[in-house]
């Protein structure tokens, strides 16, 4: 027969055990969350969603050059040998009835985006044509500039007026020849960057993400 006293004790042993145990799996929760502050949307850490939103974003721009741009019968001012819409793809496209270029269109679904408040999204590049899209911020300059070196995504917390982000930039390559083309040729860019002339894969600018974090 096991003594009531040996009997609490090894009851004590046990709680102490879980205890340990529980102590063990919070402590590991926290140091892979990297905090759990920093948790977004549900227990999705930002990190993920920003790669989601870049998907989804980059799919939507690569979709649109393909079957809407690459189908117009004019580019800038020149003859698409494979187009087979009555519609130029120009800069000035309110000026002349025809249609966005693709990095108009991704700016002017930001500029929509951003009417809402949630997360903020833009395109950013060393070498921009247009000047709203420089890098703003010494974050911006310096993730502009990793992204420029390394050619993988910029990954990075941020704070902006007391509220936290966490803030992602995906490396835009040119992934066509008319990328590097159309970028080389523009007069602005001449005029500005006479010395930097694309080359097909080269990191062109970048896409950049902000998602606020809430209780941060
Ligand atoms: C027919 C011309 C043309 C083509 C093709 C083109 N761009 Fe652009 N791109 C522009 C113009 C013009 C702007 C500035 C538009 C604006 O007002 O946002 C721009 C803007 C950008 C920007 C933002 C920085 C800036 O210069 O203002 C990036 C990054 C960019 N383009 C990358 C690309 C990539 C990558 C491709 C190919 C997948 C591409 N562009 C294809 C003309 C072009």
């Known amino acids: 027969m096991i003594s009531a006293n040996r009997q609490i004790r090894r009851f004590r042993q046990r709680t102490l055990g879980l205890f340990a145990l529980a102590i063990v799996i919070c402590f590991t929760a926290v140091a892979c969350s990297g905090g759990g502050a920093q948790t977004q949307a549900g227990g999705v850490q930002p990190e993920l969603v920003a790669d989601y939103i870049h998907t989804a974003l980059a799919s939507d721009r690569t979709a649109y050059t393909k079957h809407v741009v690459n189908r117009a019968k004019k580019l ?32 002017l679904g930001s500029e929509i985006a951003s009417e809402d408040g949630t997360f903020t999204y833009n395109l950013i590049s060393s070498w921009y044509i247009n000047d709203n899209q420089g890098p703003k911020s ?9 992204v420029n070196e390394t050619g993988e995504p910029y990954k990075e917390y941020q704070e902006v007026g007391g ?13 066509a020849e008319a990328c590097v083309t159309c970028h080389n040729t523009h007069p602005i ?24 974090l809430e209780g941060a």
Not at 79 to 97: F, S, Y
Not at 139 to 144: D, L, R, S, Y
Request: proline content about 8%; glycine content about 8%.
């Open 76 to 107: 800038e001012g020149k003859p698409k040998d494979d187009g087979v819409l009555e519609i130029e793809a120009t800069e000035g496209w309110e000026q002349t009835n025809g249609i966005p270029l693709p990095a108009q269109m991704f700016r």
């Open 138 to 146: 010494d974050f911006e300059q310096t993730a502009i500039e990793q």
């Open 163 to 175: 509220q936290k982000y966490f803030s992602a930039l995906y490396p835009d390559k040119a992934v």
């Open 189 to 212: 860019h001449k005029e500005r960057y006479p010395d930097k002339v694309f080359k097909l894969d080269d990191v062109m600018g970048g896409i950049m993400i902000n998602i606020p």
